[in-house]
């Protein structure tokens, strides 16, 4: 049997069908899938599970979304920019 995902419900690469996943929703980047400040306890699992093989990849996408997260919220709430390290580097630096 085929595994197919009835008609207009999208099987996306991460989470499946089995729960919503854990992706940044913008300009918030808090998680649409529980509501944590992305990268939730989750969303961070699955990325280091994704780039288990590639680190370096992994430290150069988060880099990426902290500075256009950083960008966004600093918009939004018409704040200066905070450090946003912890939340997107530092759990993802090898031990
Ligand atoms: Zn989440």
Do not use: I
Not at 10 to 27: I, Q
Request: with cysteine; net charge positive.
């Amino acid at each position: 049997m085929p595994d197919l995902a009835p008609a207009g419900e999208p099987v996306t690469a991460c989470g499946g069908r089995l729960g919503r996943p854990h992706l940044p929703m913008r300009p918030l980047w808090r998680c649409r899938a529980c509501g944590a400040e992305w990268p939730c306890q989750p969303a961070r699992l699955s990325l280091l599970v994704e780039y288990r093989d590639d680190r370096v990849a992994l430290l150069v996408y988060l880099a990426t979304l902290m500075n256009e997260a950083g960008d966004q919220l600093a918009q939004l709430t018409a704040q200066p920019r905070v450090d946003l390290t912890d939340r997107f580097l530092t759990w993802a630096r090898p031990r």
